[in-house]
């Protein structure tokens, strides 16, 4: 599967647009972007994925690039209780998972 | 119903302890999973379960041994693990073949092997 870059922390304030990139420059054809997100002593909980088409669902959007070589998970109107562990894995449908470091996510009032 | 339990939430066992994880899911999901999370790290992938078989053993000690017992179940079991073994442990399932479609995750057992 194919490797993913993401910045290891990010803020936003409550209410606003929390955009988060993922760079994944040597995704195959077949690899699927999933973004998954883990609060705090919880476990990690799907969000969205996509394979080329921008994706759309009562969580969050998922933009993805024309060349598939990155991607951005917007969540429309932060709350506090987004502030969590955002990870973007690029998977085979029939591969496993494995997670790379994410995104911690502090939604500040 | 959209959820995997996982059994006991809290672990402290000692290293000459013989312990198991329990992890339950009715979605009908035919592959099974169990996860390793060190403090601040992300999760790491330890054994996949399709169709009740064994298809992935990620190199982990034998110290941990899982079983499948039926389509809805996972254990994991513990035998003289390590300090270092300590950590929270997660389950998840998936429907069809493994590694299709999303997983879903139970909330983990925090073990701590003393």
């Known amino acids: 599967d194919a490797k993913t870059t993401q910045p290891p922390s990010m803020d936003c304030a409550e209410g606003r647009a929390a955009n988060l990139p993922c760079n994944h420059s040597?995704?195959?054809?077949?690899?699927?972007v999933y973004w998954y997100r883990q609060i705090h002593s919880q476990g990690p909980q799907y969000i969205i994925h996509?394979?080329?088409n921008n994706e759309t669902n009562e969580m969050a959007s998922l933009i993805i690039t024309e060349d598939r070589k990155s991607s951005t998970l917007i969540l429309p109107h932060a709350t506090l209780r987004d502030t969590a562990v955002y990870y973007c894995i690029v998977r085979v449908v029939n591969n496993d998972m494995r997670f790379g470091a994410g995104t911690r996510l502090t939604v500040k009032p | 119903d959209t959820e995997v339990t996982q059994t006991p939430k809290h672990l402290v066992m000692g290293m000459t302890n013989k312990k198991s994880l329990k992890c339950e899911q009715h979605m009908g999901h035919r592959a099974m999973y169990w996860y390793k999370q060190k403090a601040k790290k992300p999760p790491e992938l330890m054994f996949v379960?399709?169709?009740?078989?064994?298809?992935i053993n990620e190199s982990v000690p034998s110290r941990f041994s899982p079983e499948c017992p039926n389509s809805s179940l996972l254990n994991l079991h513990l035998h003289a693990l390590q300090p270092e073994d300590s950590a929270l442990y997660l389950c998840?399932?998936?429907?069809?073949?493994?590694?299709?479609?999303?997983?879903?995750f139970g909330p983990g057992t925090r073990l701590t092997v003393t």
């Open positions: 040597t995704i195959s054809g077949n690899e699927y």
């Open positions: 996509g394979l080329k």
């Open positions: 379960y399709s169709y009740e078989k064994l298809s």
């Open positions: 998840a399932s998936s429907g069809g073949l493994a590694g299709a479609g999303e997983q879903y």
